[in-house]
C-alpha cells in the first residue's frame, strides 16, 4: 500500500514564528502536493513538485514556501506564520492520476 | 476558468436509502473526473474516476458516478447507504493526470 506520511497530526504555533511542515511517500512518486483545506472552500492547492528540486506555484502560494530535496520528502514552510494560515494541511503524491493523501496536519496559529 | 460546485453542502439521508452527491463543472475540453472520500480525522481517499470511455463508471464502497456531458455534471451515487458512508465527498476535475481543482465538499450525514 502507498504510505503517505505527514509528520505531525497537530500543531500549535505562536505568530510570527517559522513553521515545517513534512511529508514522506514510500512509493517513489514524482508529483507531490500541498494543499490547505477549509469549511466551505473544499481543497487548494498551494505548492506541487514535478522532480526532486523543481517547484511550482498553486493557487494560493502566498505565504508559503516549499523544498523538494529528496524524491521523497516534500516540505511545506510558513515563513513568519500568521492567524489566517491556521487551517487543516494535506499532502498528497500521486500517480497516473490517482493521489494517495496523508492524514492531515491541523495547524493552529496563535 | 476551469471550476468545481457540489450545491449541496450537506445532505443527510436514511441508512439503506439510496443517495445521489451532484457536481458540475466548468472546463472547455473534456475534463478528467475524480470523486474522493474523506471520513472524519483522515486523509482523502479516491472513490471513482473517469478519463473518456463508458460514461457510467464503478468505483469503491459500492460507488457509481455518471458523466454528462451536456450537463457538465459527474453526479455520484450508491443504492444503499451504510452508517460508515458518512464523510465528506469531494469531487473533482483536471485537465491533465495530476492538477486537478477540487470543489468545496459535501458532508453527507446518516441517520441509523
Known amino acids: 500500500d502507498v504510505k503517505v506520511t505527514q509528520s505531525s497530526r497537530y500543531l500549535v504555533k505562536r505568530t510570527g514564528e517559522k513553521v515545517f511542515l513534512e511529508c514522506v511517500q514510500d512509493m517513489d512518486h514524482e508529483n507531490m502536493f500541498w494543499y490547505r483545506q477549509d469549511p466551505g472552500l473544499g481543497l487548494r492547492l498551494i505548492y506541487f513538485?514535478?522532480?526532486?528540486?523543481?517547484?511550482e506555484k498553486g493557487d494560493i502560494p502566498e505565504g508559503y514556501s516549499v523544498s523538494r530535496e529528496k524524491k521523497e520528502r516534500f516540505s511545506l514552510i510558513l515563513e513568519s506564520a500568521s492567524t489566517n494560515q491556521t487551517s487543516m494541511y494535506l499532502c498528497a503524491s500521486s500517480f497516473r492520476s490517482e493521489a494517495f493523501f496523508g492524514q492531515g496536519t491541523r495547524l493552529t496559529v496563535v | 476558468a476551469q471550476s468545481v460546485t457540489q450545491p449541496d453542502i450537506h445532505i443527510t439521508v436514511s441508512e439503506g436509502a439510496s443517495l445521489e452527491l451532484r457536481c458540475n463543472y466548468s472546463?472547455?475540453?473534456?475534463?478528467?473526473l475524480f470523486w474522493y472520500v474523506q471520513s472524519p480525522g483522515q486523509g482523502l481517499q479516491l472513490l471513482l474516476k473517469?478519463?473518456?470511455?463508458?460514461?457510467l463508471v464503478q468505483g469503491i464502497k459500492g460507488f457509481e458516478a455518471e458523466f454528462k456531458r451536456s450537463q457538465s455534471s459527474f453526479n455520484l451515487r450508491k443504492p444503499s447507504v451504510h452508517w460508515s458512508d458518512a464523510a465528506e465527498y469531494f469531487c473533482a476535475v483536471g485537465p491533465s493526470y495530476d492538477k486537478v481543482i477540487f470543489g468545496p465538499g459535501t458532508s453527507l450525514s446518516v441517520i441509523p
Open positions: 473517469y478519463f473518456s470511455g463508458d460514461t
Open positions: 472546463y472547455g475540453a473534456t475534463p478528467y
Open positions: 513538485s514535478y522532480d526532486v528540486k523543481m517547484k
